[in-house]
Every structure is written in structure tokens, then in C-alpha cells.
């Protein structure tokens, strides 16, 4: 049976390796969740959200070519999109409050619900 838990959510994926980002994208779609994505640059991800508003962002901190997605990060927190930060690295320096949370690659089902669920929760509140 599938598990709709994150049914209707709209979720911007930005990731810049294809196989992480196809495997995520698969979960979350199984999960319910509307997945624009992945994308690989900051001015992918910028299109994306220029075109629909997401629920949340998934980003990847480092993305290609030695991008890092600090820049995009801020812009999603000014547009009051929360933010979830993925890395394959145990510390990420990153301004505080500015994420809603750090996940370290690789991410389980479980992990991403237990952050995702909460913020859905509280965006539905508002």
C-alpha cells in the first residue's frame, strides 16, 4: 500500500548527483509529495521556484562544479521557504537559523518524514 504522507506537498529538490537526487525524488513521489527537481545549480533551482513556490526546499550544500548553495539557501529563507540541508560531510558551516535542519547523506525514509512531517505541520497551522 502506498503511504501518501506527504500528499500534496510541493517539494523543490536540489541536488547535483543524479543518482542521489533520482532516488529522492522516487521516495518522495512514492510518499505523495510534488517534486520539482532535482536540480544541479542554484540557477536551476531559482527557475524551479520562479515557476511554482515550493512547500519546502531539500537542498544539497555543494552542488556542481564547487557551487556551493549558500546563496540560494538565503534567498529560499527570505521567501519564507524552509529549508532542509543535505550533505555527504559531518559539519556544514552554515548561518544559523537559516536551515531548518542538516541531514547527513545518506538519508533514510525515516529521517526525512521526521523532519519534513513537523514543517508541513506548521505551514498548514498558518
Known sequence: MENLELQGVGILLVEDSWHVGKALKTLLHVLGADVAGPAATTA?????????????AIVDINLREGERADGLIDRLHEQGIPVIVLTGYAVVSLAPGKAEA??????????????LLPIIARKVDR
Not at 46 to 55: K, M, N, W, Y
Open 44 to 56: 536551476d533551482a531559482e527557475r524551479l521556484v520562479a515557476e511554482c513556490t515550493p512547500d519546502v
Open 102 to 115: 542538516i541531514l547527513q547523506k545518506p538519508v533514510s525514509k525515516e529521517q526525512l518524514l521526521a523532519i
